[in-house]
């Protein structure tokens, strides 16, 4: 609700004919730009190249958003287990959850960090 008023807040953001982005879509994307931003300048301060951190979300972006629909899916499995497989992989109807993204996100950035031989503690500090 909008404070004061009473009224609900949309979830929708934007509707181009069949394409519909939701608010939540649009907070993850500038939340996502803002840390890489953020990272690229406290990389190149601790001494890494700043470019490490663009090539670590080019791998880690989709690998969340894959771990985040499997840990969503997991805890709602009831909704999935009647219904047509395919609905699993349908996240352009909801469902991701944060715990699945982070989880994904530190398992991108152990592999990542090993195959960079960088130290994952420092990247991750950053």
């Known amino acids: 609700?909008?404070?004061?008023?009473?009224?609900?807040?949309?979830?929708?953001?934007?509707?181009?004919?069949?394409?519909?982005?939701?608010?939540?879509?649009?907070?993850?994307?500038?939340?996502t730009l803002l840390a890489a931003y953020l990272a690229t300048r406290e990389a190149k301060r601790v001494g890494l190249d700043k470019d490490i951190i663009i090539d670590f979300l080019v791998y880690a972006v989709p690998i969340a958003t894959?771990?985040?629909?499997?840990?969503?899916?997991?805890?709602?499995?009831?909704?999935?287990?009647?219904?047509p497989f395919w609905k699993v992989f349908a996240i352009w109807e909801g469902g991701i959850a944060i715990h699945g993204a982070i989880i994904g996100g530190i398992i991108t950035a152990i592999f990542f960090t090993r195959k960079r031989k960088i130290s994952f503690w420092k990247f991750a500090d950053v």
């Open 1 to 31: 609700m909008i404070i004061g008023t009473g009224a609900p807040i949309d979830r929708v953001f934007l509707e181009v004919g069949p394409l519909t982005m939701y608010w939540y879509n649009i907070i993850i994307a500038v939340g």
């Open 66 to 83: 894959i771990f985040a629909r499997i840990y969503y899916v997991l805890f709602e499995f009831d909704r999935y287990a009647s219904g």
